[in-house]
């Protein structure tokens, strides 16, 4: 039995067999054939074998994320049909060639000859060569290209890292949970996994090396472990605490439909964060109070352009009549960081979670901007719309992006369309700067929303990605709880509502500092509201308030947590 150790970033447990998602050795050799009929065959075998593969994976596509998303695949299986290059191949491997290195030098030639033109589209295609060209290679080496798209059985992931667009279109019916080598507790993958509701731990390290595709593993969301070969008590044992967690689950239930209220009747909102419209079902489905966070970035993702304004407003529209005039803050495109969209070509950083994101992209790049603004604006006729804007980090930035969105307002009712004149202007306060500054931003804005995954990454100088920092990165360090509570004064002093959309806001340790703090509106993933919900039933805010100096003056992060276990939950 090996045991892997990570960070605990989804609870719950898995299990099911592994699927590692790791690049395969395509390494081969040049030789010499004497049967080079043979030796035809064989890579026309893998040509067939390859066309099915990619028919099938078009399909999919095309149910997926429409027909011209699939287009790609159309594209490859042409090339498997273009008599120049298979014919090219084959003259290669009558000459004695293998069939390997007979691939490897057509599609070499094509991709130089590509690369060459002067046309981008042209230029491009070149990537399409190169995928098509591995796709063979791996059939005739007879090795698997792991594809999560197609994954039809229960497995739990395996992979060094995955990007939120791979997260994204993990498909839930099938991936009971990931495991991944690198990344932190908010890296945007483990934020999703909660939001599925799938147990995730990431930063294992060795996990890729360490476990086989394949093999049936056991995976602890809970307490971040990865079991390897594990005895069969060990599987009883772990089946046991599944349905223990699906029983507690079953007792959140009566939470549902009850009022977000503490013992004392302070009354709060619990709200939950989403990425896509479909996320809305698991919101309502947990009796979400509205939505403290809408990520529209990820309508930009797994696709090879910009959504346009009618595709967003459908979106946009959808979402908040599903949530039936409960409001719904909807954070405009946060692009950069650990999210990219590869047909958006953007300078290449260093250091992209402080370059060209978010907001600054944002504002030079107005037609993106302003295209998501109108979507907005035309949809906010539909329900309780609010729109914050990301990475605000000065007053001119937040004026510019208000102008806009008042500018784009004007437009479109002197075009005769409807736009709901109550929609609150806000922005995420996740840079310490405009933490700093709150009650200059609470004079201008309608309300603020804490975005603790970055505020605590920009104030401690770590990483939200990086496992080897990750003991750094901690929510209760004092300076960062000073700051939210400068925040949340700043904000009420002017008469704002403060709500917070990190994943601190469903902390359970947090919870209680941030109702004593005053917090407005708490809003989290699905899986985590009804938790919250009885636990704020549990406490009383005017006791709590007694404790929030001593909470201020408390030197360490772990002072803080052993303060709240003593005094706070107990
Ligand atoms: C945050 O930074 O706290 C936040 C909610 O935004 P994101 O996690 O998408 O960066
Ligand atoms: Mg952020």
Known sequence: MLELHGLAVSSGVAIANAYCLVEPDLSFEQRTITNTDGEIGRFQQAVGQAKLELQEIQALAEKKFGEEEAAIFAAHLLLLEDPEFIDGIILKIQSGLNAEYALHEISAMYIAMFEAMDSTYMQERSADIQDVSKRLLAHLLEVEIPDYSRISSEVIIVADDLTPSMTAQLDTK???????????????????????????????????QSIKHGEKIILDGTFGKVIVEASPKMFEYYESRQRAYEQSAQELEKYRTLASVSADGYEVEIAGNIGKPEDVEKLIEAGADGI????????????????????????????????????????????????????????????????????????????????????????????????????????????AAKE????????????????????????????????????????????????????????????????????LYQPHHPAVLRLIKMIIDAGHSHGRWVGMCGEMAGDDITIPILLALGLDEFSMNAATILKARAQISTLSKEKLAAHTDQILRLSTASDVEQYVQEFLLG
């Open 292 to 399: 403290g966070l809408f990520r529209t970035e990820f309508l930009y993702m797994n696709r090879q352009s910009l959504p346009d304004e009618e595709e967003q407003f459908v979106a946009y529209r959808t979402v908040l009549e599903r949530m039936q005039g409960k409001p719904v803050v909807v954070r405009t495109l946060d692009i950069g960081g650990d999210k990219y969209l590869p047909y958006l070509k953007l300078p290449e950083e260093s250091n992209p979670f402080l370059g060209y994101r978010a907001i600054r992209l944002c504002l030079h790049e107005q037609e993106i901007f302003r295209i998501q603004l109108r979507a907005l604006l035309r949809a906010s006729a539909f329900g309780n719309l609010k729109i914050m804007f990301p990475m605000i980090a000065t007053l001119e930035e937040f004026r």
């Open 174 to 208: 099938y991936v009971k949970g990931f495991v991944t080598n690198i990344g932190g507790k908010t890296s945007h993958s483990a934020i999703l996994a909660r939001t599925m509701g799938i147990p995730a731990v990431v930063g294992a390290k060795t996990a890729t």
């Open 404 to 471: 806009m969105l008042l500018e784009e307002k004007q437009r479109l009712l002197q075009d005769g369309i409807l736009v709901s004149d109550g929609i609150e202007i806000g922005l995420m306060i996740e840079i310490p700067s405009a933490a700093i500054i709150a009650d200059l931003f609470a004079m201008e804005a309608d309300f603020l929303s804490i975005g603790t995954n970055d505020l605590i990454q920009y104030s401690l100088a770590v990483d939200r990605m990086n496992e080897n920092v990750s003991y």
